[in-house]
């Protein structure tokens, strides 16, 4: 019994019950379903593994340092994993995750959940505020498994920003008419690039200006002269896109679960991988514009898909005069397919918030510096037997390391319980081969890499600078590198050649974005830091999904620290078999 006085019980009661209250709404429980669910789409209908029988799927929503758990069953034909983008950054008093065990990459940290089986996985938010995302981590079952993560301010704290009058999910994606299996195993057994897709999509539609589309065009309805915080997120597999709203103005105000200083473009780049959060204010005349997105690529030497994704943002009219729409909205100015200039423009554009409610800890004091070149590549096929004209299958890499994952059991697991022959150590810390990372005509000896599943160990409280240099071999293009486990700060990029002297004087250590994904522009090379300070395994990989799957990854383990909150959390009591 709680024992108050006359004066001033009601206040004690109150002030009790707002503490139940908090603490009752600090972990959140969700049910999931893996299970195919039909779908039409560009005058044909398949079926599409969902999760509850949605595309898009669900929205998780937290707040900041909230704990959530989903309980993922399958009840689908194939194996699933699940990975939520919440990434660690150290700052200080911040409570670390420690939690690899519900990250998701397959056989990277975890054994695939099998059909009829059940997974409950823990997600740890610790610093991200603002849209990340999750998605299936396992062959290309994300083409359809994927949603949107909306993470609020603390309870009780407020946006850095007014306050949006409505929060909307714009998700980016891509959609084949064929089941996206096929489409893996094709490109798998051929060796050559993936068939593209046949439609990009804007929240699972493709938009009026593809067949049989029309009707099922996805609208946002809006009030005039109201302010609308776009959470958009890029869960295409291998577009990088250009995003627009005719005749208006978007403010960025964050980047992947990180405040950014506001930024009002008519345009933006978003790759696989990345989310920006926008603010929409409709001061317009009442009417329709489109909003659309379409792709960046800066090489002709892969195939992509060109085509255009449209949704419809439609002012609701005022009064009772009633006025016919336009029947054609007018179509944002989107950048040409290959301006690179004006993909990268928008990304240095970004900068980190920065301030007394949002500081950030850029690293200076650098332990491990390392560089890391990302390259397409090839192997050579017995009898010619492969797709591209040389008779090779195409492949990619990192320094140099054709990755390849295991297949009987996973590698948290195998350093957890400490079980040998799963991986190996010793991943290069810079490229074995140095040469003209991008110069022309280079020797095609090259273009073979060794495959290997070899990790990279970092101690714990290591400070780490990483340079991601794009090479020319086999076909130049940008790559999105996502790192799981952590946000890093984005210090440089530039084209070109990395120059250890010259380059690094140029560094923003000042205000430099915080992300998850990093672009690596075409023929050039993006620097990154950030503190290993998250102990477990973490997954490094290219978020263009064929480049993962033809091997551009590696696996960084950062080994527990002295104290117990820097040491690996215990797995949870049931993991799925391998």
Same mark, same amino acid.
């Given at each position: ?227 609308? @915080?776009?959470?958009? %997120? ?9 995003? $627009?709203? !005719?005749?208006? &103005?978007? #403010? ?117 510096? @390392?560089?890391?070149? %990302? ?9 010619? $037997?492969? !797709?591209?004209? &040389?008779? #090779? ?186």
């Amino acid at each position: 019994m709680i024992k108050v006085g006359k004066t001033n019980s009601a206040l004690q009661i109150l002030s009790l019950l707002l503490v139940f209250l908090i603490h009752s709404q600090a972990s959140t429980h969700y049910n999931w379903v893996v299970k195919e669910a039909t779908y039409t789409r560009l005058c044909s209908t398949k079926k599409i593994l969902t999760v509850n029988g949605k595309f898009p799927g669900p929205v998780l929503q937290a707040h900041k340092g909230d704990t959530i758990y989903v309980n993922v069953h399958n009840k689908g034909s194939h194996n699933i994993t699940i990975h939520c983008f919440c990434n660690f950054v150290a700052r200080h008093g911040v409570k670390q995750p420690r939690n690899p065990w519900s990250d998701g990459p397959e056989y990277i940290t975890q054994c695939p959940i099998q059909p009829g089986d059940q997974f409950k996985q823990t997600i740890i938010f610790s610093n991200e505020e603002g849209t990340i995302w999750w998605h299936a981590h396992n062959d290309w079952a994300r083409a359809t498994v994927h949603g949107a993560i909306f993470v609020y301010p603390k309870r009780g704290a407020g946006y850095p920003f007014p306050k949006p009058h409505e929060q909307v999910q714009i998700i980016l994606g891509q959609w084949w008419r064929r089941d996206v299996r096929e489409v893996l195993e094709e490109f798998i057994r051929t060796g050559g690039p993936p068939n593209v897709s046949d439609a990009h999509t804007i929240n699972g539609q493709p938009g009026d200006l593809y067949p049989c589309s029309k009707s099922e065009t996805f609208k946002l309805l809006v009030d005039q002269n109201k302010t609308y @915080l776009l959470r958009i %997120v890029n869960a295409a597999m291998n577009t990088i896109f250009f995003y $627009s709203i !005719a005749n208006h &103005n978007l #403010t960025v105000v964050g980047v992947d679960g990180s405040y950014t200083k506001p930024v009002t473009t008519d345009y933006m780049t978003i790759s696989p991988g990345q989310t920006v959060d926008a603010v929409l204010i409709t001061n317009q005349q009442v009417g329709q514009y489109y909003m659309a997105a379409r792709a960046y690529s800066s090489t002709l030497l892969i195939p992509f898909d060109n085509t255009t994704t449209t949704a419809i943002v439609e002012y609701k009219k005022i009064g009772n005069n009633f006025t016919p729409f336009s029947s054609t909205p007018p179509l944002p100015h989107l950048p040409y397919y290959n301006d690179t200039n004006a993909a990268f423009t928008f990304y240095d554009s970004l900068k980190s918030l920065a301030n007394e409610h949002h500081p950030i800890d850029v690293p200076i004091k650098i332990t491990n510096r @390392l560089v890391f070149a %990302v390259s397409i590549n090839t192997f050579p096929c017995s009898n010619n $037997s492969c !797709a591209e004209s &040389n008779g #090779t299958r195409l492949a990619a890499s990192m320094n140099n390391i054709s990755f390849v994952s295991p297949k009987t059991i996973d590698i948290l697991e195998a350093y957890y319980y400490h079980i040998h022959g799963i991986y190996k150590k010793g991943f290069p810390d810079f490229p074995p081969l140095v040469f003209n990372f991008t110069g022309e005509n280079l020797p095609l000896f090259l273009r073979v890499p060794k495959r290997g599943t070899k990790v990279r160990v970092f101690k714990y409280g290591s400070i780490v600078e990483l340079v991601f240099q794009g090479t020319n071999l086999g076909a130049p293009i940008d790559h999105p590198i996502h790192l799981h486990g952590f946000s890093f700060y984005i210090v440089g990029w530039g084209f070109g050649n990395f120059d250890k002297d010259k380059d690094p004087l140029n560094y923003n250590l000042i205000d430099p974005p915080l992300r998850n994904t990093v672009a690596v522009p075409i023929s050039g090379w993006a620097a990154i830091r950030f503190h290993a300070n998250n102990p477990g395994v973490w997954f490094l990989h290219c978020h263009l999904e064929h480049h993962l799957t033809w091997g551009m990854n590696t696996v960084f383990i950062v080994k527990d620290g002295k104290n117990k909150k820097e040491r690996l959390l215990p797995p949870p009591p049931r993991m799925p078999p391998c």
